[in-house]
Each structure stands twice: as structure tokens, then as C-alpha cells.
């Protein structure tokens, strides 16, 4: 019975499909909107933001922490109340430092058969440079 047949290569490929099709069109952006450049602070303290758009569909909006990352220490970020997709924070930079590098990261989860996954994503490098007044 060639039916029979063509359900059970059906049903063998079913699950390929369908994982293609979670992974078609995932793309996700980073955009850095901190300045290259600022002038240096009183209080030690940079404002960081930054613009993350996904479009992985198993993604859960909910689960998503953005992070300032210098060296190995992470600096929470908070999403702005205004523009979703959007995160902010401060980080100190001590006073003798004239140039910091630093990395954005995102923890998040994603759907799967049968439960939640986590995941994490690191930007490219960047560096702030100070200036004096």
C-alpha cells in the first residue's frame, strides 16, 4: 500500500519539519546604544542600554535578563517602561580608568516538547571610553 507508506515517511519526518520551522526566520539583534564616548562622572556611575529584537517564536518573552558584563562581573538590567525590547542600568567604573570593555548578556528561555529550555547570548565586545572634563 503505497499510503501506508507515504504516512510512515510522514510521520518520520514530521519532527524535522517542524524543528525547521522553529529555527526559520530566528534571528536576533543587538544593538549597543550606549555612547563610544563620555565625559567622566562625579560619581563614578555610566548610564548602559541596549536594543535586543528576537524573532525565534518558542522564545518566552518573560524569561528575558539583560546584563552588563565587565571582566566576569554581570550588572543586572532593567527594561525600560516605555520601549519594550529595551534595557538599562548604571555600572561604576572606578576613577582611574579611562576605557572599560564590556559585553551585553541575555538569559532567557525557550519552548520546547516537553518543557521549557534556558539559553544564553553574549553581544560582540564594545569599550566605553572616558574622557576628562
Given at each position: 500500500?503505497?499510503?501506508?507508506?507515504?504516512?510512515?515517511?510522514?510521520?518520520?519526518?514530521l519532527?524535522?519539519?517542524?524543528?525547521?520551522?522553529?529555527?526559520?526566520?530566528?534571528?536576533?539583534?543587538?544593538?549597543?546604544?550606549?555612547?563610544?564616548?563620555?565625559?567622566?562622572?562625579?560619581?563614578?556611575?555610566?548610564?548602559?542600554?541596549v536594543?535586543?529584537?528576537?524573532?525565534?517564536?518558542?522564545?518566552?518573552k518573560?524569561?528575558?535578563?539583560?546584563?552588563?558584563?565587565?571582566?566576569?562581573?554581570?550588572?543586572?538590567?532593567?527594561?525600560?517602561?516605555?520601549?519594550?525590547?529595551?534595557?538599562?542600568?548604571v555600572?561604576?567604573?572606578?576613577?582611574?580608568?579611562?576605557?572599560?570593555?564590556?559585553?551585553?548578556?541575555?538569559?532567557?528561555?525557550?519552548?520546547?516538547?516537553?518543557?521549557r529550555?534556558?539559553?544564553?547570548?553574549l553581544?560582540?565586545?564594545?569599550?566605553?571610553?572616558?574622557?576628562?572634563?
Amino acid at each position: 500500500m503505497p499510503y501506508s507508506g507515504f504516512m510512515r515517511n510522514f510521520a518520520k519526518l514530521l519532527p524535522l519539519g517542524l524543528s525547521m520551522l522553529f529555527l526559520a526566520g530566528c534571528s536576533t539583534t543587538i544593538t549597543n546604544m550606549t555612547p563610544s564616548q563620555t565625559q567622566r562622572t562625579t560619581t563614578g556611575l555610566y548610564p548602559f542600554s541596549v536594543a535586543w529584537d528576537c524573532s525565534q517564536q518558542s522564545l518566552v518573552k518573560d524569561s528575558i535578563q539583560a546584563y552588563v558584563l565587565v571582566g566576569t562581573n554581570l550588572y543586572p538590567m532593567q527594561r525600560t517602561p516605555l520601549v519594550r525590547e529595551r534595557w538599562e542600568t548604571v555600572v561604576p567604573v572606578p576613577a582611574d580608568k579611562d576605557i572599560l570593555n564590556y559585553q551585553y548578556k541575555f538569559d532567557y528561555q525557550y519552548l520546547t516538547i516537553p518543557n521549557r529550555k534556558s539559553n544564553s547570548l553574549l553581544s560582540n565586545p564594545y569599550q566605553l571610553r572616558i574622557l576628562e572634563k
